[in-house]
């Protein structure tokens, strides 16, 4: 087997099913077998998956195992060269698997690989490429040097902001959003550490992968990432459980340090865990005294790209849910290869718009071109004849 790929759901049944469909297309040439590891959803997820995709491994846990145990449950069971953690909130152009297996064949001493990950409104991601977070780079970025300097070798280390984004290159941390890993060098440095329940997992594998002597490499390729649509980051969960992973990073690469030196960086940590915290109480309180202002009206718009069936699927979906239309353009990526770009002086109403593309009459990799090109004027929406859905970072429609 050449390629395994593994994603863990939890209540994001229809963000993995798009995540799929984009892994179907990307790896119609390769070898591959696909594990869905649900965490205890209760959004039927299982079931729903099963049905529609009867080649994917399901694995049904009983409850929440957490990122990284999920992970090595599905690793444990698989026999893929090349090992591919991928989140469930993002699907990949047509052409970046092939290319990073090809990658990773010709470049034997890597063992970890990450990609171009855009938001959706086509702008990059900067933690696409991260350096280790060592006390010295923690602290440029915590004082706000990092921000300042992004382009600084010294300064601007955490996000690596002075590589180029169109080139290959060495970095030091993958995102665990997508993770492409070599099987021999898991079987060299051991599989995800299930201290970390979620978050600062993918750093300590980067970081022991680097330690065993294996490379860690960035790749042009584009996929997206919805980033955070299967977790809830306002939570008094969430911040526990993300700063917890920085003491454990911390204490198990950097426990040797001395005292005077240690304990800053926890007291750092703490003290911006318990900033989070206060800040999300005071917002909460804020709103219960009615001292918040009242949420504007939404008044985005929605343009949407596609075949005939399409159209008038999203015709049905706009009425249903009231949702304002600016225009319904009928094209497929033969007749408007570049889609919506250089159409903003046309197309784009004073209002947040959306575009949404018909991924039947457009490829996921033009799609992510063509956000790419013309970032920040339009937020990203897919919709699938398939599965009747239409999927933004904001919400699920369905027909």
Known sequence: MKLTVIIVNYNVKHFVEQCLRSVERATKDIETEVYVVDNHSRDGSVDYLRERFPNVHVVDCHHNQGFSRANNIAIRQSSGEYVLLLNPDTFVGEEVLSTCVGFLDEHPKAGGLGVKMLKTDGSKAMESRRGLPTPLTAFYKVIGLCSLYPKSKRFGKYYMGYLPWDEAAQIEVV???????????????????????????????????????????????????????????????????????????????????????????????????????????????????????????????????????????????????????????????????????????????????????????????????????????????????????LITADELYKK
């Open 175 to 389: 995102s665990g959003a997508f993770f492409m890993i070599r099987r021999k060098a898991l079987d060299e440095v051991g599989l995800l550490d299930e201290d970390y329940f979620m978050y600062g997992e993918d750093i300590d594998l980067s970081y022991r992968l680097i330690k065993g002597g294996w490379e860690n490499w960035y790749l042009p390729a584009n996929i997206l990432h919805y980033k955070g649509e299967s977790t809830q980051k306002t939570s008094f969960r969430y911040v526990h459980v993300f700063y917890d992973a920085m003491l454990i990073f911390f204490r198990k690469h950097y426990g040797h340090l001395s005292f005077l030196v240690s304990l800053p960086i926890k007291l750092a940590i703490y003290l911006k865990a318990a900033v989070a915290l206060v800040q999300m109480q005071t917002e909460k309180v804020r709103k219960s005294l009615g001292f918040t202002a009242r949420k504007a009206v939404d008044n985005s718009s929605y343009i949407f790209i596609g075949g005939k069936q399409m159209l008038e699927d999203c015709r049905e979906i706009a009425n249903k849910y009231g949702l304002k239309v600016a225009r319904f353009v009928e094209a497929s990526e033969q007749t408007m290869p570049d889609g919506h770009v250089g159409k903003a002086d046309e197309w784009h109403p004073k209002d947040p718009t959306f575009a949404v593309y018909d991924v039947d009459a457009f490829s996921y990799q033009c799609v992510l071109r063509c956000f790419e090109n013309e970032p920040e004027m339009f937020s990203m929406g897919t919709y699938d004849e398939h599965t009747g859905v």
